[in-house]
């Protein structure tokens, strides 16, 4: 599959492993960095929650408006942002400025896709493989992924742990971080520019009849249903999910634990390495039972594992249970993608894949402002597993209600 991709295939490849790599490396360290610039609880999880926010709103513009303008052009736009936000949480502590820099570009608390990267990519390599191969090739984009964050997180708290050794402060170790992050933000901008046209829409779809005001704003027509359907749900499964954010996760094992960042790193990658074995497999479950009941039969399972971490009496159970979830818990994510390809028409991809992604971003912003004050009250700080598990469970049932009868083309 790697070997028969494209020379742009193989970018987006380069440019998804150098993204993840900058989210994992960020995201470890960064509620930690925001606390030691002199934030409360309120305020980091207030801070997240615009960060996810302005996320949203610049990649609904972007991933709408991308095969209609450009899609490189629009990824460059992107990493522009990822630049902006880099460069100016490391060099401010003033609260406005961070919210600025926050709500405006590209930051990742989750060590997950966020920005306008993932949906356009999603649009272009679906170019070019055939509807067979898709999910394979997703699955793939996934493992580097997965994989990249996991090395990112891994080199995020060695280089902190080292540099606390060697005498550096605990807020200089943690902008170094940031730091890093920015020129990660300039690598990518400059790998953008070397994509082809052919990572372009193709001209000449089969949305020439469709002229409604909707797909002049938003870039749908024919799916417009499916796909609003989808956001919906895929909404509650991010807001489930932004309760245990991985700089979040991260916290709660430095507070309840005391583990320190060197290890927060091999913990998360870990967990990483773990999640993309679990999207690579994921493919091969999707090839015998389908994308849809692959989403639903392996989430469940994740979301029970994910509620009994905080009921481990110690820290060595609480990561084998943590990691046992990892090896499960992205087996939905290359299968949704696939999924939401499919059942759009190809020039309908980077606005679906955007709308949907965004849906999901708007989720995830609203939960961290909730979890922020239980993580400060220890006798509420194991809560937000508990309620992320349970809506998530209930997000399977009714995605699993709502389309398990609409099949994507190479299932029917």
Same mark, same amino acid.
């Given at each position: 599959m790697l070997r028969?991709?494209?020379p742009?295939?193989s970018?987006? &490849?380069?440019?998804r492993?150098?993204?993840?790599f900058g989210?994992? /490396?960020?995201s470890?360290?960064?509620v ?6 002199g ?5 980091? +999880?207030l801070?997240?929650t615009?960060?996810? @926010? ?8 972007i ?10 052009r #629009?990824?460059?736009? +992107?990493a522009?942002?990822?630049v902006?936000a880099?460069?100016? /949480?490391a060099t401010?502590r003033?609260?406005? &400025?961070?919210l600025?820099?926050?709500?405006i570009g ?6 997950y ?10 649009a272009?390599?679906?170019? *070019?493989?055939?509807d ?8 793939? !984009?996934?493992?580097? +992924?997965?994989?990249a ?8 708290g060695g280089l902190?742990?080292?540099l ?5 402060? =605990?807020?200089?170790? !943690?902008r170094?971080?940031v730091?890093? !992050?920015?020129? *990660? ?8 520019t ?5 990572v372009?829409?193709?001209?000449g779809?089969d949305s ?7 797909k002049?704003?938003f870039?749908l ?10 956001s ?7 807001f ?11 916290y709660?094992f430095?507070?309840? &634990? ?6 927060l790193g091999? @913990?998360f990658?870990?967990?990483? *390495? ?5 999207a690579?497999t994921? =493919?091969?479950?999707?090839s ?15 979301n029970?594992l ?5 009921? #481990?009496?110690?820290? $060595?159970?609480t ?7 990892f090896?499960?818990?992205q087996m939905?994510v $290359?299968?949704?993608?696939s999924y939401?390809?499919?059942?759009v028409a190809p ?7 955007g @709308?949907t992604?965004i849906?999901?971003?708007t +989720?995830a912003?609203?939960s $961290?402002?909730?979890?922020? $004050? ?5 006798a509420l ?7 992320s598990?349970?809506?998530?469970? @209930? !997000?399977?049932l009714?995605?699993?209600r709502s389309?398990? =009868?609409?099949?994507?083309p190479?299932e029917?």
């Amino acid at each position: 599959m790697l070997r028969a991709l494209t020379p742009d295939g193989s970018f987006l &490849f380069i440019t998804r492993i150098a993204r993840m790599f900058g989210y994992g /490396f960020l995201s470890l360290v960064l509620v930690l960095y925001l606390e030691q610039v002199g934030l409360n609880q309120f305020q980091i +999880g207030l801070l997240l929650t615009l960060t996810l @926010i302005g996320d949203t709103i610049i990649s609904l513009w972007i991933t709408t408006n991308a095969d209609r303008f450009g899609r490189r052009r #629009m990824l460059i736009l +992107g990493a522009f942002l990822m630049v902006f936000a880099g460069i100016l /949480f490391a060099t401010t502590r003033n609260f406005l &400025f961070l919210l600025i820099a926050a709500t405006i570009g590209v930051i990742s608390p989750s060590g997950y896709e966020v920005g306008p990267f993932l949906s356009i990519e999603q649009a272009a390599l679906s170019q *070019i493989v055939s509807d067979e191969k898709r999910t394979h090739l997703f699955a793939w !984009y996934n493992l580097v +992924g997965s994989f990249a964050t996991a090395l990112g997180a891994l080199g995020g708290g060695g280089l902190v742990q080292a540099l606390q050794d060697s005498g550096v402060s =605990a807020l200089g170790s !943690y902008r170094t971080i940031v730091i890093g !992050y920015a020129i *990660i933000g300039v690598l990518l901008g400059v790998l953008f520019t070397r994509l082809s046209p052919a990572v372009e829409v193709r001209a000449g779809g089969d949305s020439s009849h469709f002229t409604s005001d909707f797909k002049t704003r938003f870039g749908l027509h024919r799916s417009r249903g499916v796909v609003l359907k989808l956001s919906a749900l895929f909404s509650i499964d991010a807001f489930a999910g932004g309760f245990v954010l991985q700089s979040l996760l991260a916290y709660w094992f430095h507070v309840r &634990f005391n583990v320190q960042p060197a290890i927060l790193g091999s @913990i998360f990658f870990g967990a990483n *390495i773990l999640a993309g074995f679990s999207a690579l497999t994921a =493919a091969w479950v999707a090839s015998r039972i389908g994308l849809i009941r692959t989403m639903v039969f392996t989430h469940i399972p994740s979301n029970i594992l994910l509620m009994l971490v905080p009921l #481990m009496p110690n820290l $060595p159970l609480t990561i084998a249970v943590l990691l046992l979830r990892f090896s499960i818990s992205q087996m939905d994510v $290359p299968t949704r993608q696939s999924y939401t390809m499919a059942v759009v028409a190809p020039d309908e991809r980077s606005a679906a894949a955007g @709308i949907t992604g965004i849906a999901r971003t708007t +989720g995830a912003s609203l939960s $961290p402002v909730i979890t922020g $004050p239980l993580l400060a009250n220890a006798a509420l700080m194991n809560v937000p597993f508990f309620l992320s598990g349970g809506l998530k469970i @209930i !997000y399977d049932l009714i995605l699993y209600r709502s389309f398990k =009868a609409i099949k994507p083309p190479e299932e029917e």
